[in-house]
């Protein structure tokens, strides 16, 4: 396999079409017999996060042009790294890459501690996006590494957290975080990813990532001592007792799931001891649809009603406050920060 291929009804990251093709490492297939892929990426230091924002600001440009027709830049002029075609590196069964990147080997070994390893595939079906590396755990964990006094000695919970980045990046600050979505196999690398980065996660020993099932369309956690990303009645406890903060990254694409997400988020945060911030971000996806003739934002749009709901309920027990964050923190990681990446903040209280 010396790229990826593509089917009519495959999904593929940005993400992964902008990383440099050395950083694309095959490991295995998944049970599903889906390629998975190790990609690293490194935590930029103060220096290089100003060069970031500035070339990304330079040059995305507008959308729109002077007619108001979409503009869509299909490879700007200065990228971050070069956008090439990808060609996955493949590792052989001894774990050891077929190519010899020596310069790649040397900048790991530089800065090890800053350098995050994520398994994940590349050009999945839409029911299988969470195996991606989406802009939107970049954003957030950008803002996570941005505020770490936030966050400190918090217990977090991430809702849809797919390959577990944000996670893995909030487990540096925080004493607990619950890494939660749905699907043995997604689960599984997720909880491979976290094993990955223990060398991140590990500077104070009570902190830990619990890799857990929580399906939102379920009335309840999945408390079966048999499951193995099953929830224990202690951690049932533990979350409702001391979780003060809730995350997602780009987990609204489909109208019936983001019902269920907010649905969810309701539920546990009416349930927590304390009051509690959430933190939502979201790519707004420009496209062009029949039913509108005209570009739209169907899934953001659907995401905005529900802040909107949130906020306008009195149902005399809770009460949400809805805000945006402005984006203007610095960017930690490689990525195209477009003016359509957003961050929401949800405050949720007992009344």
Known sequence: ?????????????????????????????????????????????????????????????????????????????????????????????AGEAVSDEEDDEAEDKECAKDIIRIEHTMATPLEDVGKQIWRGAFLL???????????????????????GLASIIMARVAKKVYCTDVGEDLLSMCQRNVALNSHYTEPAAERGVKVRQLDWTADDFLTDADAEFGWSEEEVAD????????????VCYDDDLTDALFQTLYRITSN????????????????????????????????????????DMKDGKMKFTVEPV??????????????????WKVSASAV
């Open 1 to 93: 396999m010396d790229q990826v291929a593509f089917r009519s009804d495959t999904v593929l990251s940005d993400v992964h079409l902008l990383l440099p093709n050395a950083r694309h490492l095959m490991a295995r297939l998944n049970s599903v017999g889906q390629p998975v892929f190790v990609s690293k990426f490194r935590i930029l230091r103060e220096e290089e996060q100003v060069e970031v924002q500035d070339s990304v600001k330079s040059d995305l440009g507008v959308l729109l042009d002077e007619d108001g027709d979409l503009v869509v830049t299909r490879k700007p002029n200065r990228m971050l790294c070069d956008r090439e075609k990808i060609h996955p590196v493949i590792l052989s069964q």
């Open 141 to 163: 964990s950008d803002f996570i590494l941005s505020h770490p006094a936030v966050f400190q000695e918090a217990t977090v919970l991430e809702l849809g957290a797919g390959t």
């Open 239 to 250: 979350l409702h007792d001391n979780t003060t903060f809730v995350i997602a990254a780009d």
């Open 272 to 311: 927590l001891r304390s009051p509690s911030t959430a933190y939502f971000s979201i790519e707004k996806r420009l496209n062009f649809t029949l039913r509108h003739m005209d570009v739209s934002c169907e899934a953001y749009n659907h995401f905005r009603l529900c802040l909107k709901q949130l906020a």
């Open 326 to 343: 402005p984006c203007s923190f610095p960017q930690s990681f490689q990525y195209e920060r477009v003016d359509q990446l957003e961050l």
